[in-house]
């Protein structure tokens, strides 16, 4: 909870200035607030009210920013979900060998369905709410797009580099590791047991595909390299 919190809020690629401050400001401390809220009750608990009383605003202005209780846990969750991908952008930008790249990744990402679980519990409340809303479905499938390309960029790079192309299409490819992290994030908060396994399972399907870009090129995979890092440990 502590981590979901801290989130700030601007709109995406906004420069803000002069009187706008106030405004963005105001909207961003009631985003903190409901960040806040949420993480600690869960979003069925979580009453307009309550938030209005942790951003120490009248409710009434909440109202002013936002339509409904669904529109806040949707801000929620596309700012942190923001704040998620520079995070593991940075992680992952710092490191250039290519199979690094993919460990470093999905380590990264272990370590955050482990230090942010409330996170994923509001992203699959997002999920379930917008079963019955035919309008908050398109912006998840908009949230779930944009999460697919930024991915992809990151496939396509490390796969750039390998001896040859895999037989996977990247952008299928980004698709299903998507699926695979909110998967194992999600039955996590189910089963309450640690993600260090299933993560493990991921590192060794996708290292095996460069295992098959080495052997359709005709060279030989580097099986001991890759052997040495499916044991490391985050």
Do not use: N
Not at 21 to 46: H, K, M, P, W
Not at 70 to 97: I, N, S
Not at 215 to 234: D, F, K, N, W
């Amino acid at each position: 909870m502590r981590h979901i919190a801290t989130i700030g809020a601007t709109d995406e690629g906004t420069t803000v200035q002069g009187a706008d401050i106030d405004e963005a400001g105001r909207r961003s401390q009631i985003v903190r607030a409901a960040a806040a809220v949420l993480g600690r009750q869960g979003y069925a608990e979580t009453s307009l009210k309550a938030v209005a009383r942790e951003a120490k605003v009248a409710p009434g202005l909440l109202h002013y920013y936002f339509e409904s209780k669904e529109e806040l846990l949707l801000e929620v969750v596309l700012v942190t979900e923001r704040q998620m991908v520079a995070d593991w952008k940075a992680v992952v930008d710092e490191v250039d060998d290519p199979l690094e790249r993919i460990v470093t990744g999905l380590d990264h990402a272990e370590a955050r369905c482990a230090d942010q679980p409330e996170f994923f519990r509001l992203l699959l409340d997002l999920y379930t709410v917008s079963l019955s809303s035919p309008a908050l479905r398109v912006r998840c499938a908009r949230l779930r797009t944009h999460l697919v390309d930024e991915i992809e960029v990151e496939v396509r790079q490390v796969l750039g580099r390998l001896p040859a192309y895999s037989l996977v299409a990247p952008r299928e490819l980004a698709g299903a590791i998507l699926s695979a992290i909110d998967g194992i994030a999600l039955s996590g908060l189910v089963v309450q047991q640690p993600a260090a396994a299933p993560f493990h399972a991921l590192k060794v399907l996708l290292l095996s595909l460069v295992v098959t870009a080495y052997v359709t090129a005709g060279q030989e995979p580097p099986v001991a390299r890759l052997g040495e890092m499916l044991s490391r440990h985050p």
